[in-house]
């Protein structure tokens, strides 16, 4: 297979999985309904990082699909 | 996840809403394009310094949600949490809160307050009802009055202006909402705020359906910078 081949074939798998683990991690709830906490600025998830000690996870997304609001 | 999630604190940037966030994204994964595209995904420590390389999504780093979960709560271990109350994560305005939370699935609490002066007395008191174990997560917020955060608020139908806390329900597209519930903020709000969560139906989106609907209506989301993922404008 061809380097090209080769590097289109894991952009589109990557795609594929990016797709599907995006949207376990946006989905995740637990039992009781308890999702992830989200703090939706740089800004604010920072100061709250650095006042509690705890490690960040930072995934940003974008609030509309072409162009259509209401799913990211 | 969440369970892991909680001795992180979880950032999620509307991409394309914020300049100077645009940079720090840029900083964090460098994409192919060069460009700024639609997601970007970091494990980083209280500092923000990158703990795990960068990516596109969390696929990027980790072979699925299990494998993150474990890997989350083993790097947890290096950090020992601060004993004290959390902060309000809150959005910038109804606008952009009725549309993330759209996207989510849950409503929108407004707190309102008299002017900027009531602003961190209002924010403190959500905040405890918010990371209230049967509330966490379950709802986005927006702290606001007459002059800050309110852009948006004039689509929230019922909306009377009156100091307290709106438990708002947003349409399928975050362009229009509804109140669901009004709470005093002069009574204990947690309670309030589970039977409201506990009234809340979510709405059953189909990705594709959702997106041809909203062409068909012409719906057109303006964000604050050009969309420059390229994936995102081939699409568009």
């Known amino acids: 297979m061809s380097r090209m081949h080769s ?41 709250e990082a650095k006042r509690t000690n705890r490690p960040i996870m930072l995934h940003s997304a974008a609030p509309q699909c072409s162009g259509v609001p209401g799913m990211w | 996840m969440v369970t892991a999630s909680r001795d992180w604190v979880c950032i999620r940037p509307a991409t394309y809403e914020s300049e100077i966030e645009a940079a720090i994204l840029k900083r964090l994964f460098r994409t192919r394009s060069g460009e700024l595209e639609n997601t970007v995904f970091a494990l980083l420590d209280p500092n923000g310094k990158r703990i795990t390389r960068g990516g596109r999504s969390p696929s990027f780093v980790f072979a699925d949600a299990a494998d993150m979960a474990t890997e989350m709560l083993r790097i947890a271990k290096d950090f020992k949490p601060k004993k004290v109350a959390r902060d309000l994560p809150t959005i910038a305005d109804v606008r952009l809160g009725l549309n993330v939370a759209a996207c989510d699935n849950v409503p929108l609490v407004v707190a309102w307050a008299k002017n900027a002066k ?59 909402g509804r109140v669901l519930e009004y709470l005093s ?21 189909n990705d594709r359906r959702h997106v041809r609907e909203g062409k068909r209506k012409g719906l057109d989301w303006e964000s604050e910078l050009p969309v420059t993922g390229p994936q995102e404008r081939r699409r568009r």
């Open chain 1, 7 to 47: 590097l289109l074939a894991l952009a589109l798998l990557g795609t594929s999985f990016h797709s599907q683990l995006f949207a376990e991690v946006e989905r995740t709830e637990t039992t009781e309904g308890a999702r992830i906490a989200w703090y939706t600025t740089w800004q604010e998830g920072l100061a």
């Open chain 2, 118 to 176: 009531g602003l961190p007395a209002l924010r403190a008191k959500l905040a405890q009802a918010a990371w209230d174990t049967g509330i966490v997560g379950r709802a986005h917020y927006v702290i606001a009055h007459e002059t800050e955060g309110q852009v948006g608020v004039s689509e929230v139908a019922e909306f009377e202006g009156k100091l307290g806390v709106y438990v708002v329900v947003p349409d399928a597209y975050g362009l229009e």
């Open chain 2, 185 to 205: 903020s002069k009574k204990e709000l947690a309670a309030g705020l589970r039977e409201a969560l506990g009234r809340y139906e979510p709405v059953t989106k």
